[in-house]
T-cell receptor, first 116, second 115 residues
Framework: AQKITQTQPGMFVQEKEAVTLDCTYD???????LFWYKQPSSGEMIFLIY??????QNATEGRYSLNFQKARKSANLVISASQLGDSAMYFC?????????????FGAGTRLFVKA | ETGVTQTPRHLVMGMTNKKSLKCEQH?????MYWYKQSAKKPLELMFV???????ENNSVPSRFSPECPNSSHLFLHLHTLQPEDSALYLC??????????????FGPGTRLTVL
């Protein structure tokens, strides 16, 4: 079963506007972590933001915020004031607690295109 | 040197060749990972090492052989590969393999093409 689902293969956004990238996850663990990574065309995966399952506040890092809705098992990434340099692949990932804690499971990714 | 480095960045090899990918982390981390990223597929975890001990082999064919001589270096030895093994191979490291918050830092990857 798919543990991380990103339903948007590609997204377009106008420069300076906000965009939401969707991510839903599936786990029976109570303790888990959710991550978003950015992968530019150069290939390197760049860590953006983290949300712990017990965190009550939504995580924010600069222009990135994570809209965490635990009951719906969703962890959407919101990028505010998009910039041309935000064009890249974005991956949602989950690390479960317990014995599987070293496995980070990635979604299929969403390619974001920022238009000038 | 900063972060996680990988060499070579690009590699083209025949099916009968033997080559090795190298990864080095300069972050003082104890865990290192190999991932395979194929076109249109999610990132696939291949191997996990914690303090130079392999803790995960995610059903990877034996033509891929990892080696972790110390906590800063990780190798992936390749032999008799198939064209479907062509992919971007990413190395990552983290402070430990424990669950919860353990951000992974990735290298730039090696783009492998098997002819």
């Amino acid at each position: 079963a798919q543990k991380i689902t990103q339903t948007q293969p590609g997204m377009f956004v106008q420069e300076k506007e906000a965009v939401t990238l969707d991510c839903t996850y599936d786990t029976s663990d109570q303790s888990y972590g959710l991550f978003w990574y950015k992968q530019p065309s150069s290939g390197e995966m760049i860590f953006l933001i983290y949300q712990g399952s017990y965190d009550e506040q939504n995580a924010t890092e600069g222009r990135y915020s994570l809209n965490f809705q635990k009951a719906r098992k969703s962890a959407n990434l919101v990028i505010s004031a998009s910039q041309l340099g935000d064009s890249a692949m974005y991956f949602c990932a989950m690390r479960e607690g317990g014995t599987g804690g070293f496995k980070t499971i990635f979604g299929a990714g969403t390619r974001l295109f920022v238009k000038a | 040197e900063t972060g996680v480095t990988q060499t070579p960045r690009h590699l083209v090899m025949g099916m009968t060749n033997k080559k090795s990918l190298k990864c080095e982390q300069h972050l003082g981390h104890n865990a290192m990972y190999w991932y395979k990223q194929s076109a249109k597929k999610p990132l696939e975890l291949m191997f996990v090492y914690s303090l130079e001990e392999r803790v995960e082999n995610n059903s990877v064919p034996s033509r891929f052989s990892p080696e972790c001589p110390n906590s800063s270096h990780l190798f992936l030895h390749l032999h008799t590969l198939q064209p479907e093994d062509s992919a971007l191979y990413l190395c990552a490291s983290s402070q430990s393999v424990g669950g919860g918050y353990n951000e992974q830092f990735f290298g730039p990857g090696t783009r492998l093409t098997v002819l």
